[in-house]
């Protein structure tokens, strides 16, 4: 059986110039293993770089994070309140 560990892409972007001023985003796509998840961030801030000339100072960074344990979702739901869940 093969294990498989759902992967979340992270891109943060920081720009010395305007630093009150913090690029961050999930990427809405769910990864398969970390390879592809790097290999996706890797062209995605390049494109970012290349897309406009006053962003080459920005600088990008990833994580490729693994979506929590089936235990973090139930431990969630545990301590919810009925109240909070009929919202």
Do not use: K, N, W
Request: some cysteine; charged content about 30%.
């Amino acid at each position: 059986m093969v294990e498989l560990i759902p992967i979340m892409l992270f891109i943060l972007g920081y720009d010395p110039e305007t630093p009150d001023v913090i690029y961050f985003e999930r990427v809405p796509i769910i990864f398969a293993d970390v390879a592809a998840c790097e290999a996706d961030a890797t062209a995605r801030i390049a494109e970012m770089q290349a897309e406009s000339a006053r962003r080459q100072h920005v600088t990008y960074s990833f994580e490729c994070v693994p979506l929590p344990e089936r235990e973090e979702f139930d431990a969630m739901l545990e301590r919810l309140t009925p109240e909070r869940l009929s919202d």
